[in-house]
């Protein structure tokens, strides 16, 4: 029932930004804790970042950490992730998904992969050097 969709991806310059969304529909009215993953070709999906429900607790890998920025809009059931500062090392496909723990607790959000039950499809990020 809960349907997660990207958008924003695309071609940039090394130095570039970027902004990511995604739009959630199906699920519960109280929302779920989101999340980024990436996956570049030949290597393993890794987290990026996350946000809880009630948007006050946020994660981020040490690689993106002071670069990127994920923020929500829960009346329009939509996460975002700004990316500055980006690099070809960022180059990969995109994913968000969903964690319905979220729904329990408006703090709580994870950096584990297996925490979240609803992906997206993925949205291709790619920066030129």
């Known amino acids: 029932q809960v349907q997660l969709v990207e958008s924003g991806g695309g071609l940039v310059q090394a130095g570039g930004s970027l902004r990511l969304s995604c739009a959630r529909s199906?699920?519960?009215?109280?929302?779920?804790?989101m999340g980024w993953f990436r996956q570049a070709p030949g290597k393993e999906r890794e987290f990026v970042a996350a946000i809880s429900r009630n948007g006050g607790g946020t994660a981020y890998a040490d690689s993106v950490k002071g670069r990127f920025t994920i923020s929500r809009d829960n009346a329009k059931n939509t996460v975002y992730l700004q990316m500055n500062s980006l690099q070809p090392e960022d180059t990969a496909a995109y994913y968000c998904?969903?964690?319905?723990?979220?729904?329990?607790?408006?703090?709580?959000?994870?950096?584990?992969?297996?925490?979240?039950?609803?992906w997206g499809q993925g949205t291709q990020v790619t920066v030129s050097p």
């Open positions: 998904a969903a964690d319905r723990r979220g729904a329990y607790s408006g703090s709580y959000r994870s950096q584990s992969m297996s925490s979240y039950e609803y």
């Open positions: 199906g699920g519960t009215e109280s929302g779920y804790a």
